[in-house]
C-alpha cells in the first residue's frame, strides 16, 4: 500500500438520543408535542458543522466525504445520504460523496474509504456517519435491523433478530468457557458508569448495578420469545436505540500542513484491518474468528501487538460481544473475557481502558455513526479532552473494533498519538 | 493524486429482466409457478463468478471488494450486501467488501473505490453492483425508489415520484429550447433498436417505432396524476424497473501481472470526474449542472476533450436525460441534444454511438448495477465483444456517466483502449 500518512486531526459527535435519555421528546418530557427530535438532515448537518468549528478547520478544504448509514431508507424514507452530506454546509457541494453501507460497521467502512482516498492521493477528507432509529417501535426497528443478518435465513429465529443471535453467542460462549452471568454483568456496569459521565451519552442519567445486570429482575427483564436463547440476553445486556451522528476529518501531512495544523494536533492513523465473512456461513460461535482475522491484519500493518494497545473502543453491541472482542483483540486469552472484565482492567482506570465514555451500551448505538464515533472517542482520549471520564496518563496507541451484523464486517484500526 | 494507473480488465453482466422480456417468470411464462426469477444473492454470485470465468481471473488474487446497490433494504430485506460478496465465491471470504450507495449512482460510486484502493496500492479490486426491484408492484416500487429524491419535499410531486421530476425537467427543458416530442422520442426510438441486438437486453423482444415514441397513444401512455408534468413522460420514455448483476476487475499495472494479463487485454481508467450536489436545492432544470462539473473534472483530469470521445454510455433514466446528458457532456450545445439524437451521430453507426446496448431504457436499469454495466459495456465495445451491436471500428477513447437522483450524485469516467 501507499506509503502516504495518514491522521485522524479530530472530530465531534451530536448528543446520542433515545428512550432513557432526559432530553429525548417522548410520552412525559415537558416538550412533548411541543417540539421533535432532531432528524437525519439535523444531526449530520450539526455533526459536520461542528467538526469544522471545533476544529478550525477550513470546510473548503475538504476534496472528498463519506457516510456511514445503515438503514435511513426504512427509518426515515432517506437514501442517497451522500447528497446530504453535500448540502450540510455550502463549501461542500459538488465534491465527491459517497454513501457507504455494512451494517453496525457502516461509519467504520466511511473512515476506510476516507484513508484510502488520502492513500490514493487526497489531503483532506471528511467521514461522517449518521442513524435515526428511535421513530419506530421496538419491535418494526428490529425487523429493518434485522437487514444486518442473512434476512431469509436467520430472521425468524425472534422478532428480535440481533437480540437472539447474540442470545445465542452468549449460550455457546457460556458453555464452552463456564463464563457466569455475573462476569458478564461487569459490562454493563462499567458501561453505565462510564456513560454517567458523559454529557453526550444516551444513558448518561440510568444507573446500573452488578447485582441489577447479573441476572433477570423485573426491572431489567428478558424479553425474547426464543425459548432456547431467552434466558441469555436481558434488558441490560443490549446496546441502545439512538439516533445520532459522529464526523471527523481524516488528513494527509500536506493536509494537515494546508488546515494550519501539526502532528501535535492530531492522532496518525496506522492501519485499518478489514475483514468480511460469508453472508451465508455462521460458523463456530465461541469466538469472533472475523474480528481475530481482522485484528491480525491491523497489527501487521501497524507493527504493533495487543499488548501495546492502551485505550481502545470496541464493539459492545450486547455484554457478551465486548468479552468476545477482548479475546478476539487479543486483550486476554479466548473464555478470559469475564475474568478480565471482572478484573476491572478495561474500566477507565484499569491497566487497558474500553469503552470509556460508556459504549454501544451505554453512549448509544445510531448504528451508522458508531464507527466515526469510535474513532473520535479515541482522539478526544488521546488529546485529553474527555472531561470527567479522561484516562489519567494520555495515551500514545489506541484501538478501535467496529463490527457489522453477527461477525460479518470487521474494521479493527491502530492509531498513535502523533503529539 | 497517485500517478498510479489504473486498469479495467472487464467484467460480465447478467440477463437483465423484468416485464417485457420473454425470460421474466410472469403471469403468462409457461413456467409461472413452477420457477421463479433469481434473487438478489444469486444475481450478484453470478455476475461474479462469470466475470472471474470469463476473464481467466484468479479470485484468490482480489484484495477488495465494492459493491452497488440502492435499496435491497426495501426490495429484498437484505442489507450489508459486503457479506454478501464476500460469500459470492469462497476465495472471497474474509477480504474487505463495502457496499456502496448514491442512488443510481451506486455501482459507480463502487467503481470509483475500486479506483481509489488501486491508486492507494492495491492491485487486484473487485467492483459488482446488484439490484432486485420488480418483486414490488410498480407503485410500491416507486415509493421505494423515491428516497433518491429528498424525500420529505420532492415524495408527493406524484405517487411516481422520479418520472414526475424527469417530466418537469423536460417541460422546463422543452420550454427553454424549443425541443419538439418527435426530437426526443429519437431516444427511445434507438434504445429499443439496439436493445434488440442485445440478447442480454430486458427489451430485447420490444419494438420501438418514432410514430410511438412521438406521442401518447393507447399502446404508450402518459401515467403521472400530476396535471402539470403528466404529459411530458410516457411509458416510452422510461427506464425499465429491472432485475440484474454486473461486476468487474480493476488492477493496476502489477495487478495485469499477477493475473497473467497485459495492457492490450485491457482498457485504461483514465480519470473519474466525480460531483455530489445538494440533495436540498433543485436549481436551474434546464440542464444537468451537476453532471457538467463532472464532466469538466473528468476531461481536465485525462486531458482529453469531448471531441475525443468515440463511444459512451449515458444515463437514460428518462429520454429527455440522454438529450441533457449530450449536452452536458460536450457533445452539443445546451438545447441541440434533441437534433443531435434525431442526426443519428448517437447511433451504433453514428460519429459518436451511445448507450449502444440499449441504455436503461432498452438495456434496463438495475439500479445499483447500472454504473458497473456501463464500464463493462465500453470495455466490451472498446474489445470489439459486442457481438450484433458492435461499433466497426474499435474505439480508443470512451466515456461513461452514471447519475444518482436527479442530477445530485455524477461520475463521468475516462477509458482509453489500452491495447
Not at 455494512?102 to 442513524?131: F, M, Q, T, Y
Not at 431469509?152 to 468457557?177: H, M, N, W
Request: charged residues 20%; glycine residues 12%.
Amino acid at each position: 500500500m501507499s506509503s502516504r500518512r495518514v491522521f485522524l486531526l479530530g472530530g465531534a459527535n451530536t448528543q446520542f438520543l433515545g428512550k432513557g435519555n432526559p432530553d429525548y421528546i417522548w410520552k412525559n418530557h415537558p416538550d412533548f408535542g411541543k417540539r421533535e427530535n432532531p432528524g437525519i438532515e439535523e444531526l449530520l448537518r450539526a455533526a459536520v458543522n461542528e467538526t469544522f468549528s471545533k476544529l478550525g478547520a477550513d470546510p473548503e478544504a475538504v476534496e472528498r466525504g463519506y457516510v456511514g448509514n445503515f438503514v435511513g431508507e426504512l427509518f426515515c424514507q432517506q437514501g442517497h445520504l451522500g447528497a446530504a452530506l453535500a448540502g450540510s454546509h455550502p463549501a461542500l457541494v459538488n465534491k465527491p460523496m459517497t454513501r457507504t453501507e455494512g451494517a453496525c460497521a457502516s461509519g467504520g467502512l466511511a473512515l476506510a474509504c476516507a484513508v484510502d482516498a488520502i492513500k490514493a492521493g487526497c489531503d483532506v477528507v471528511l467521514a461522517a456517519g449518521v442513524e435515526v432509529q428511535t421513530n419506530e417501535s421496538a419491535r418494526v426497528g428490529a425487523d429493518y435491523l434485522a437487514r444486518a443478518s442473512h434476512y431469509r435465513r436467520q430472521r425468524s429465529i425472534d422478532d428480535f433478530t440481533f437480540p437472539a443471535l447474540f442470545g445465542r453467542r452468549t449460550k455457546v460462549y457460556r458453555e464452552a468457557f463456564g463464563v457466569s452471568e455475573e462476569e458478564i454483568g461487569h459490562v454493563a456496569v462499567k458501561a453505565y458508569a462510564n456513560a454517567n459521565k458523559n454529557p453526550l451519552a444516551h444513558m448518561r442519567a440510568r444507573r446500573m448495578d452488578l447485582d441489577t445486570a447479573s441476572g433477570a429482575s423485573e426491572k431489567n427483564p428478558t424479553f425474547l420469545q426464543n425459548a432456547e436463547f431467552a434466558s441469555y440476553i436481558k434488558m441490560s445486556d443490549c446496546s441502545q436505540v439512538s439516533d445520532g451522528a459522529s464526523a471527523a476529518i481524516i488528513v494527509s501531512a500536506d493536509g494537515l500542513r494546508r488546515l494550519g495544523k501539526s502532528e501535535a494536533d492530531a492522532i496518525e492513523i496506522l492501519a485499518i484491518g478489514h475483514s468480511t465473512a460469508s453472508l451465508y456461513d455462521d460458523g463456530d460461535l465461541s469466538q469472533l474468528w472475523t474480528t481475530r482475522d481482522a485484528a491480525g491484519k491491523c497489527y501487521a500493518a501497524a507493527g504493533i501487538g495487543a499488548r501495546d494497545v492502551q485505550v481502545a473502543e470496541v464493539h459492545d453491541c450486547f455484554t457478551v460481544t465486548e468479552l468476545l472482542m477482548y479475546e478476539a483483540l487479543g486483550f486476554c486469552e479466548p473464555g478470559q473475557g469475564g475474568k478480565l472484565a471482572a478484573s476491572g482492567a478495561t474500566r477507565i482506570d484499569g491497566r487497558i481502558p474500553v469503552n470509556t465514555g460508556g459504549g454501544l451500551i451505554g453512549f448509544g448505538h445510531p448504528v451508522g455513526a458508531t464507527g466515526v464515533k469510535q474513532a473520535v472517542e479515541i482522539w478526544r482520549q488521546m488529546k485529553g479532552k474527555c472531561g470527567d471520564y479522561q484516562v489519567t496518563s494520555l495515551p500514545s496507541v489506541g484501538l478501535t473494533a467496529n463490527m457489522g451484523g453477527d461477525d460479518r464486517t470487521v474494521l479493527v484500526t491502530a492509531y498513535r498519538n502523533a503529539g
